[in-house]
T-cell receptor
Framework: AQSVTQPDIHITVSEGASLELRCNYS??????LFWYVQSPGQGLQLLLK??????LVQGIKGFEAEFKRSQSSFNLRKPSVHWSDAAEYFC????????????FGKGTMLLVSP | DGGITQSPKYLFRKEGQNVTLSCEQN?????MYWYRQDPGQGLRLIYY???????QKGDIAEGYSVSREKKESFPLTVTSAQKNPTAFYLC????????????FGPGTRLLVL
């Protein structure tokens, strides 16, 4: 069975500093990988996704993520954090060629300090 | 605008009562999903449907029921058998029955009186 681990429950970053949110997955074959963001009381918005090809994926709002097969990781990065980036971030994995369910991590809450 | 709508935004349930959460999409997506979100638990899959008149249980289906009579609609009923229904409920859809990007509605918060 596939699984996703987001090791950090909370992360605090100063505004303007760089950000890296960690995501490790467990799956026996090539996965589809996603990062979503959720503001309080809202639905989830897709930031970026990896299906195949270039392992460095660009997303919206200046985010990027790198798929590293050898480390089973798909970490999310942003070079300079803005106060509006404060939210909860979810990593998700799906099975290539499989039916359409995704497995989500438990999320990382990003706090941005002035 | 295409998207997913959920109603109501807030819902209150009395003890022993069944309540139904609405989810509608106009994206012409084939597959639809219901998730439950609790603090620190991430998203847990309740039910999903890949085609009209068919649906499958997810990881936490007990105490819930669904129907899929129309492609656009996937209502979730929280029955009295669900003893801890207080949570944030999210509906999502995706274009095909294969893995793809899931698009989410704004959610319904269910509270027990």
């Amino acid at each position: 069975a596939q699984s996703v681990t987001q090791p950090d429950i909370h992360i605090t970053v100063s505004e303007g500093a760089s950000l890296e949110l960690r995501c490790n997955y467990s799956y026996g074959a090539t996965p589809y990988l996603f990062w979503y963001v959720q503001s309080p009381g809202q639905g989830l918005q897709l930031l970026l996704k990896y299906f195949s090809g270039d392992t460095l994926v660009q997303g919206i709002k200046g985010f990027e993520a790198e798929f590293k097969r050898s480390q089973s990781s798909f970490n999310l990065r942003k070079p300079s954090v803005h106060w509006s980036d404060a939210a909860e971030y979810f990593c998700a994995v799906g099975a290539v060629g499989g039916y359409s369910t995704l497995t989500f991590g438990k999320g990382t809450m990003l706090l941005v300090s002035p | 605008d295409g998207g997913i709508t959920q109603s109501p935004k807030y819902l209150f349930r009395k003890e022993g009562q069944n309540v139904t959460l609405s989810c509608e999409q106009n994206l012409n997506h084939d597959a639809m999903y219901w998730y439950r979100q609790d603090p620190g638990q991430g998203l847990r899959l309740i039910y999903y449907s890949q085609i009209v008149n068919d649906f499958q249980k997810g990881d936490i289906a007990e105490g819930y029921s669904v129907s899929r009579e129309k492609k656009e609609s996937f209502p979730l009923t929280v029955t009295s058998a669900q003893k801890n229904p207080t949570a944030f409920y999210l509906c999502a859809s995706t274009q095909t029955d294969r893995v793809g990007t899931q698009y989410f509605g704004p959610g319904t918060r269910l509270l027990v009186l």
